[in-house]
Nanobody, 123 residues
Framework: VQLQASGGGSVQAGGSLRLSCAAS????????MGWFRQAPGEEREFVGR????????YYQDSVKGRFTISRDNAKKTLYLQMNSLKPEDTAVYYC?????????????????WGQGTLVTVSS
């Protein structure tokens, strides 16, 4: 499967952005999907994930209540709605897919990756 993330940009603290991740070339509904991010000078970290049917989500503590992951299997698209953004949310955001069942938070558990989209939050 090929993944294409988009929707990044610059926003002031407290603002919102919605990222999208379009999938092609694979059975999208068969994949559990995740979002990761990498801040400047930092390692890539887990943001959240969503189950194949969209019924189950799991988030990193720092984004709980502010970020929402959803998916549209008919459109083969994954979303990350980010509200109440903070400067510390500044990072390149990546979408990723895995066939491993359950809640997966490690990079190594995801097999396919998008190219990343930059989110910059100014104070």
């Amino acid at each position: 499967v090929q993944l294409q993330a988009s929707g990044g940009g610059s926003v002031q603290a407290g603002g919102s952005l919605r990222l999208s991740c379009a999938a092609s070339g694979g059975p999208f509904r068969s994949y559990n999907m995740g979002w990761f991010r990498q801040a400047p000078g930092e390692e890539r970290e887990f943001v959240g994930r969503i189950s194949r049917d969209g019924a189950g989500t799991y988030y990193q503590d720092s984004v709980k209540g502010r970020f929402t992951i959803s998916r549209d299997n008919a459109k083969k698209t994954l979303y990350l709605q980010m509200n109440s953004l903070k400067p510390e949310d500044t990072a390149v955001y990546y979408c990723a897919a895995t066939t491993v069942v359950g809640v997966r938070v490690k990079e190594s558990e995801y097999h396919w990756w998008g190219q990343g989209t930059l989110v910059t939050v100014s104070s």
